[in-house]
């Protein structure tokens, strides 16, 4: 099912021209957020990917395409979720379930610094939900993280914390920590 499908929030969306839309691109001019929603919903791929080339050639012409090397390390495989396509995850207590000690989580870190890895994204920096790790849990890594390693840590996003995991009782404050003090000093953000 498109989007259009779906959303029956913005009717005008369906009346917009697709025509339009693409020539305010092509003139480099800003689209709405309905007019790029129009987009995403009418357009077939090879399309929109031209149009996006388009933009980004408009605003870096450089034959240039930089990187940076990062690593996903997964801290836990244990998990909660049980997806049906996840090869990954263990159940709690079965034998071949983990949570990475801090021991070798450093030693990961270090290789990725040696091989001149520079971040580490969080969204990268995963594992399973494990039903009892809590928000302490998180915070203490990327303190422990912060305060050893020169490395970006690109946060996107913590786990969710399934209901038995939730044990911090300062939920609010550890969250506005972790926006604040826990983040910013190693260019973690
Ligand atoms: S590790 Fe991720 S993909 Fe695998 S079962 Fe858990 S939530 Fe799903």
Redesign the pocket.
């Known amino acids: 099912m498109g989007l259009s499908e779906m959303s029956p929030v913005c009717p005008d969306v369906l009346q917009m021209d697709l025509e339009d839309i693409v020539e305010k691109i092509q003139k480099f001019q800003r689209i709405t957020p309905r007019e790029a929603l129009y987009l995403f919903t009418h357009s077939d791929l090879i399309s929109l990917g031209s149009l996006a080339n388009q933009r980004r050639f408009a605003l870096h012409p450089e034959l240039r395409v930089t990187y940076v090397v990062d690593r996903n390390i997964n801290y836990t ?1 244990i ?5 049906r ?5 263990r159940p709690a207590g079965h034998p071949e379930g983990y949570v990475l000690s801090k021991d070798v989580l450093a030693k990961k870190i270090q290789e990725t610094i040696d091989l001149g890895g520079t971040q580490i994204l969080l969204i990268l920096l ?4 494990h039903p009892d790790l809590d928000l302490d849990f998180y915070i203490d890594m990327l303190e422990f993280i912060r305060d050893r390693f020169a490395i970006h840590v690109h946060r996107q996003a913590l ?1 969710p914390f399934p209901e038995e995991g939730r044990k911090s009782s300062a939920m609010i404050s550890a969250v506005r920590f972790l926006r604040g003090n826990a983040m910013h000093p190693n260019g973690l953000k």
Do not use: L
């Open positions: 495989n998990c909660v979720s049980k997806c396509f996840c090869a990954f995850y995963q594992g399973g939900i786990p």
